[in-house]
């Protein structure tokens, strides 16, 4: 049987991506919508099972606190977090405002849906794995927190972050190309330098890598021209 569900992220295009995916495999999306400032109305009008909320910024203060008012207004509706890896105290944050599970951004879709799933029945969905992370860091802390947006950015020109700003921003190769006074040849080969650098085997999944670490916060398009 199907979770009916809600799916919220800060980026548009990712809530509505999830929820197509999720529709796909029998499940009931009510709703997909953003900003995540906005899950509690959402949730609270709908009254979901679950709400699938999407964060990249997991330590920041305040992130969670739509939770908060869910599980006040909606004790019913389990809240399974989607976002990168964050500190323990990330982590921490999510399960003490309430949320019933937390789900790394780079998990395959049946694991997201195994999470929904368990949420729905009263268990706790996180994976092992996560909560070891989380311990190993809390018992050996590294000097310097991991930057998962500059790494990625560290292997991509200026004209192929252009690109990947373009592809999150739903540019086919035509537009691509016009926007940046190149051949849709050159603009196609930039798109697949992109998905290899990154590691992913589609735009969707470029785009969603980029919003899930705040890389497209950071990106700087190249100057028209440049190489």
Same mark, same amino acid.
């Given at each position: 049987?199907?979770?009916?569900? #809600?799916?919220? %992220?800060?980026?548009?295009?990712?809530?509505?991506?999830?929820?197509?995916?999720?529709?796909?495999?029998?499940?009931?999306?009510? /709703?997909? /919508?953003?900003?995540?400032?906005?899950?509690?109305?959402?949730?609270?009008?709908?009254?979901?099972? #679950?709400?699938?909320?999407?964060?990249?910024?997991?330590?920041?203060?305040?992130?969670? %606190?739509?939770?908060?008012?869910? *599980?006040?207004?909606?004790?019913?509706?389990?809240?399974? #977090?989607?976002?990168?890896?964050?500190?323990?105290?990330?982590?921490? =944050?999510?399960?003490?405002?309430?949320?019933?599970?937390?789900?790394?951004? %780079?998990?395959?879709?049946?694991?997201?849906?195994?999470?929904?799933? *368990?949420?729905?029945?009263?268990?706790? !969905?996180? /994976?092992?794995?996560?909560?070891?992370? =989380?311990? =190993?860091?809390?018992?050996?802390?590294?000097?310097?927190?991991?930057?998962?947006?500059?790494?990625?950015?560290?292997?991509?020109?200026?004209?192929?972050?252009? #690109?990947?700003?373009?592809?999150?921003?739903?540019?086919?190769?035509?537009?691509?190309?016009?926007?940046?006074?190149?051949?849709?040849?050159?603009?196609?080969?930039?798109?697949?330098?992109?998905?290899? *650098?990154?590691?992913?085997?589609?735009?969707?999944?470029?785009? !969603?890598? =980029? /919003?899930?670490?705040?890389?497209? %916060?950071?990106?700087?398009?190249?100057?028209?021209?440049?190489?």
């Amino acid at each position: 049987m199907g979770v009916r569900l #809600v799916v919220v %992220d800060d980026h548009r295009l990712l809530a509505e991506a999830l929820a197509s995916a999720l529709k796909l495999r029998g499940h009931r999306v009510l /709703a997909a /919508a953003a900003p995540v400032a906005g899950a509690a109305e959402l949730v609270v009008g709908r009254a979901p099972e #679950v709400c699938l909320l999407g964060t990249a910024t997991p330590d920041a203060p305040g992130t969670f %606190d739509p939770v908060v008012r869910i *599980k006040r207004e909606r004790p019913q509706v389990a809240v399974v #977090v989607l976002g990168p890896v964050p500190s323990p105290r990330g982590i921490a =944050a999510a399960f003490a405002a309430g949320a019933s599970g937390y789900v790394r951004h %780079d998990e395959r879709i049946e694991g997201v849906e195994r999470a929904l799933v *368990k949420a729905r029945a009263g268990e706790a !969905a996180v /994976a092992p794995q996560l909560l070891q992370g =989380a311990f =190993a860091e809390l018992l050996h802390p590294s000097a310097q927190p991991d930057d998962e947006a500059q790494r990625l950015l560290r292997l991509l020109t200026q004209r192929e972050v252009e #690109v990947l700003v373009r592809v999150a921003e739903g540019e086919d190769t035509r537009l691509i190309a016009a926007g940046m006074g190149i051949a849709p040849s050159t603009a196609r080969t930039h798109v697949q330098r992109v998905l290899m *650098k990154l590691g992913v085997g589609s735009r969707l999944e470029a785009a !969603a890598l =980029a /919003a899930r670490t705040g890389l497209l %916060d950071r990106a700087v398009p190249a100057p028209r021209g440049s190489l």
